[in-house]
């Protein structure tokens, strides 16, 4: 993957964070951080787009007690097959 820089400001005491988190081994480089907190912002932004989409959607059936006692009987039923 090809890699361009970006210039950012930070206050010093981010700065100084930042090299903390560096000096204490998690993190090779000030720029490895900054990409991993990118990264863990884009798997949330990810994850809420598939929360909203499941949301929105229509399909499946409605989550009652009817619902969560077809799920405990089929539990049931694999248990009992599997000792059988």
């Known amino acids: 993957m090809a890699m361009t820089s970006m210039n950012i400001s930070l206050t010093e005491d981010l ?3 930042i090299d903390a988190q560096v000096a ?3 993190y090779a480089t000030s720029s490895e951080y900054v990409r991993a ?3 863990r912002e884009k ?3 990810q994850a809420r ?5 499941g949301l929105n959607s229509p399909l499946g059936p409605p989550i009652d007690e009817a619902y969560w006692e077809r799920q ?3 539990i049931r039923q ?3 097959k599997r000792s059988a």
């Open 15 to 17: 700065k100084t964070f």
């Open 24 to 26: 204490e081994g998690a």
């Open 37 to 39: 907190l990118i990264r």
């Open 43 to 45: 798997q949330i932004a």
């Open 49 to 53: 787009a598939l929360i909203d989409e």
């Open 72 to 74: 405990r009987e089929r």
């Open 78 to 80: 694999n248990a009992v």
